[in-house]
Nanobody, 124 residues
């Protein structure tokens, strides 16, 4: 069993940067793909970014490409989402997720474990 604990998030202004963290316990996650999803009120959970096991590949939603960077520090068993040039439309609850597979994935049902969620609010 894997337990994911998120940190980071908060209220920022448009154009600001923020970093979200997701620390895993229960096993090492170097071989596992990790992703970030987000969910705004009244909307479905949507894919943001994914990194493969061993960190060889990354994948981004078009809406965040060039502004967000996903990374994983296997020594710390922690994944990160660095968010730059934040926009009001980026405001949502962000969730990290881990899957029992190496390749990246974009679908919610591809992931086996989820963090508790962290709120990101962006004021214009």
């Amino acid at each position: 069993q894997v337990h994911l604990v998120q940190s980071g998030g908060g209220l920022v202004q448009a154009g600001d940067s923020l970093r979200l963290s997701c620390t895993a316990s229960g096993r090492t996650i170097s071989a596992n793909a990790m992703a970030w999803f987000r969910q705004a009120p009244g909307k479905e959970r949507e894919f943001v970014a994914s990194i493969s096991g061993f960190g060889h590949n990354t994948d981004y939603a078009d809406s965040v490409k060039g502004r967000f960077t996903i990374s994983k520090d296997d020594a710390k068993n922690t994944g990160y989402l660095h968010m730059n040039s934040l926009k009001p439309e980026d405001a949502a609850t962000y969730y990290c997720a881990l899957r029992w597979a190496i390749p990246t994935g974009r679908l919610v049902n591809e992931y086996n474990f989820w963090g508790q969620g962290t709120q990101v609010t962006v004021s214009s």
